[in-house]
């Protein structure tokens, strides 16, 4: 194959796919009317999703193959195989809420990038591969980046298989029903680099006028799903003081977390939320008696993490005493804060001033796959800004044909350097 220098991305084809896969699991949120996507983890939607990227994938051209936890994986060959590969990916699972780009802008972006070197017929060295990974989201089974954790060797094959939603349905049931319960071992795949491109999901970008960010790692993330066990009674007849309400009690917690986080107790950009909190009977004249809650912490510091979470526990007791309830916690995830390798962030910044973009260094407060990746290989991200303050996990999220653009552009030219490069 001949090869040309500056190879570029159909942009227009990138946002009309972008579009194409929001329309799996689409639906009109009443309160707004605008149209979100809800295409939940190994769902019937997931399914429909997974097949028509992955017919993207073979009409480009790639080698499909699935593993055993559903992470699929499209490899367009380099002049020397046996070289490791560079990869870009990311995940097209959502939360119940979501727009079209979280995730999405990833996989797609991959995608075009393959598109783009068949397009100006270039040859890497390198073999590239695009990807997308089992359950980011973790809101169905409650483990976040569970995919790209089981192959990285994070976590089991076999404690992710036994993982159940609330209907108690299994990942392995789930990923068989939707046909991606896949036969190629999990830790097959140790890339020479991964770089994922993904929408910011917050404000920053777009508010310092930046046209990309240059990700400089993620922050440390733990989740815990809670249990206040009280004692339902009658909302009319039962004197306040002979109460163990398990809502005042989640209540006090909350608050504290709050409190937390405005001191600075635990680092100025210490996070805290309760974002489920489930009473039991649940009817607006019984004190609730049971109560499922869930907490979510974020610090770009693992020792003040550790320190919240100590403190989340010692305060737990304080409530139990207080308040006559009983208070058990379960971690579903948790992961250390991660710096992205130096020399693939300074490439991207290299490509984005080539480019003319403005861009800016960013600490990611979400989680992603990258973080997972980062264990094996060297590994960064690239974010787009988000209009509307960067709204996601929302019909909000919207990012514009040139903001997709740039970041793919940048993407395109990252994987190029990448896979040109020498070594193993």
Same mark, same amino acid.
């Given at each position: 194959?001949?090869?040309?220098?500056?190879?570029?991305?159909?942009?227009?084809?990138?946002?009309?796919?972008?579009?194409? &896969?929001?329309?799996?699991?689409?639906?009109? +949120?009443?309160?707004?009317?605008?149209?979100?996507?809800?295409?939940?983890? #190994?769902?019937?939607? +997931?399914?429909?999703?997974?097949?028509?990227?992955?017919?993207?994938? %073979?009409?480009?051209?790639?080698?499909?193959?699935?593993?055993?936890?559903?992470?699929?994986?499209?490899?367009?060959?380099?002049?020397?195989?046996?070289?490791?590969?560079?990869?870009?990916?990311?995940?097209?699972?959502?939360?119940?809420?979501?727009?079209?780009?979280? /995730?999405?802008?990833?996989?797609?972006?991959?995608?075009?990038?393959?598109?783009?070197?068949?397009?100006?017929?270039?040859?890497?060295?390198?073999?590239?591969?695009?990807?997308?990974?089992?359950?980011?989201?973790?809101?169905?089974?409650?483990?976040?980046?569970?995919?790209?954790?089981?192959?990285?060797?994070?976590?089991?094959?076999? +404690?992710?298989?036994?993982?159940?939603?609330?209907?108690?349905?299994?990942?392995?049931?789930?990923?068989?029903?939707?046909?991606?319960?896949?036969?190629?071992?999990?830790?097959?795949?140790?890339?020479?680099?991964?770089?994922?491109?993904?929408?910011?999901?917050?404000?920053? #970008? %777009?508010?310092? /006028?930046?046209?990309?960010?240059?990700?400089?790692?993620?922050?440390?993330?733990?989740?815990?799903?809670?249990?206040?066990?009280?004692?339902?009674?009658?909302?009319?007849?039962?004197?306040?003081?002979?109460?163990?309400?398990?809502?005042?009690?989640?209540?006090?917690?909350?608050?504290? #977390?709050?409190?937390?986080?405005?001191?600075?107790?635990?680092?100025?950009?210490?996070?805290?939320?309760?974002?489920?909190?489930?009473?039991?009977?649940?009817?607006?004249?019984?004190?609730?008696?049971?109560?499922?809650?869930?907490?979510?912490?974020?610090?770009?510091?693992?020792?003040?993490?550790?320190?919240?979470?100590?403190? &989340?526990?010692?305060?737990?007791?304080?409530?139990?005493?207080?308040?006559?309830?009983?208070?058990?916690?379960?971690?579903?995830?948790?992961?250390?804060?991660?710096?992205?390798?130096?020399?693939?962030?300074?490439?991207?910044?290299?490509?984005?001033?080539?480019?003319?973009?403005?861009?800016?260094?960013?600490?990611?407060?979400?989680?992603?796959?990258?973080?997972?990746?980062?264990?094996?290989?060297?590994?960064?991200?690239?974010?787009?800004?988000?209009?509307?303050?960067?709204?996601?996990?929302?019909?909000?999220?919207?990012?514009?044909?040139?903001?997709?653009? +740039?970041?793919?552009?940048?993407?395109?030219?990252?994987?190029?350097?990448?896979?040109?490069?020498?070594?193993?």
């Amino acid at each position: 194959m001949a090869k040309t220098l500056t190879p570029d991305i159909d942009a227009k084809r990138l946002y009309a796919s972008i579009r194409e &896969l929001g329309k799996i699991g689409a639906y009109r +949120d009443e309160r707004t009317g605008l149209v979100g996507v809800n295409r939940l983890a #190994l769902s019937s939607a +997931d399914g429909e999703g997974r097949r028509l990227v992955v017919k993207w994938f %073979k009409q480009a051209g790639l080698e499909v193959r699935v593993d055993r936890i559903g992470n699929v994986y499209g490899r367009r060959e380099g002049l020397e195989p046996g070289l490791r590969p560079v990869m870009a990916g990311s995940h097209i699972d959502s939360v119940p809420t979501a727009g079209a780009f979280d /995730g999405c802008l990833g996989v797609l972006g991959a995608l075009e990038v393959a598109r783009a070197l068949n397009d100006h017929k270039v040859a890497t060295r390198r073999p590239f591969i695009a990807a997308f990974f089992t359950e980011e989201e973790g809101c169905r089974f409650g483990v976040d980046m569970l995919g790209s954790a089981v192959a990285t060797g994070r976590i089991r094959l076999e +404690d992710a298989y036994v993982l159940k939603d609330q209907a108690g349905l299994s990942v392995k049931e789930e990923l068989g029903k939707i046909g991606f319960l896949g036969s190629n071992p999990v830790r097959a795949i140790l890339p020479h680099a991964y770089v994922e491109c993904h929408i910011e999901q917050g404000p920053i #970008l %777009k508010r310092t /006028g930046m046209d990309l960010g240059v990700v400089s790692g993620v922050q440390a993330i733990s989740w815990f799903e809670g249990v206040i066990l009280g004692r339902s009674c009658h909302a009319g007849t039962t004197p306040m003081g002979y109460r163990r309400d398990a809502g005042v009690a989640a209540a006090k917690l909350n608050l504290k #977390l709050r409190d937390w986080t405005r001191s600075g107790l635990f680092g100025r950009d210490f996070r805290a939320t309760m974002g489920v909190l489930r009473p039991h009977p649940g009817m607006v004249n019984v004190v609730p008696g049971r109560l499922a809650c869930s907490v979510d912490l974020r610090n770009p510091a693992d020792s003040m993490m550790r320190r919240a979470e100590k403190a &989340l526990f010692v305060h737990s007791k304080k409530v139990e005493k207080e308040e006559g309830v009983s208070i058990r916690w379960r971690r579903t995830a948790g992961t250390p804060a991660i710096r992205f390798d130096p020399s693939v962030r300074e490439l991207i910044d290299e490509m984005a001033e080539g480019m003319g973009l403005k861009r800016g260094r960013i600490l990611s407060g979400a989680g992603h796959d990258a973080q997972e990746w980062s264990r094996l290989c060297k590994t960064a991200m690239i974010f787009v800004p988000g209009e509307y303050d960067g709204i996601s996990h929302n019909p909000r999220e919207f990012s514009t044909p040139k903001q997709c653009a +740039d970041g793919v552009r940048c993407l395109l030219r990252t994987v190029l350097a990448l896979s040109q490069e020498g070594g193993r």
